[in-house]
């Protein structure tokens, strides 16, 4: 059994910031990337940022580019999302996911989190 479990979502105004984790557990996640994904209401899953096992390689969507930085403790098994600069349009759920292949593919990703509800206000 695998667990991607993310925190650290709530409501916050726009130009604010958010700091989102996931931590990762019931097997070994050696050489699997991570990243998030987001939905908003009436919209397609969306994606956010991703990250290789070693680090090396990020992706970022063209939405979130200056704004978001990931980052991961492989140590912990856990991978953070920091939000900056927030903006009502980045109101969604945030997604975990972990998978064999750094990608912006829903399909490329194998587990996902139940997700976090991120809330920014005009």
């Known amino acids: 059994q695998v667990y991607l479990v993310e925190s650290g979502g709530g409501s916050v105004q726009a130009g604010g910031s958010l700091r989102l984790s996931c931590a990762a557990s019931?097997?070994?996640?050696?050489?699997?990337?991570m990243g998030w994904f987001r939905q908003a209401p009436g919209k397609e899953r969306e994606f956010v940022e991703a990250?290789?096992?070693?680090?090396?390689?990020?992706l970022y969507g063209d939405s979130v580019k200056g704004r978001f930085t990931i980052s991961k403790d492989n140590a912990k098994n856990t991978v953070y999302l920091a939000m900056n600069s927030l903006k009502p349009e980045d109101t969604g759920i945030y997604y975990c996911?972990?998978?064999?292949?750094?990608?912006?593919?829903?399909?490329?990703?194998?587990?996902w989190g139940q997700g976090t509800q991120v809330t920014v206000s005009s």
């Open positions: 990250i290789s096992w070693s680090g090396g390689i990020t």
């Open positions: 996911v972990a998978g064999p292949k750094t990608s912006s593919r829903t399909d490329d990703y194998d587990y």
């Open positions: 019931g097997r070994t996640f050696s050489n699997y990337a």
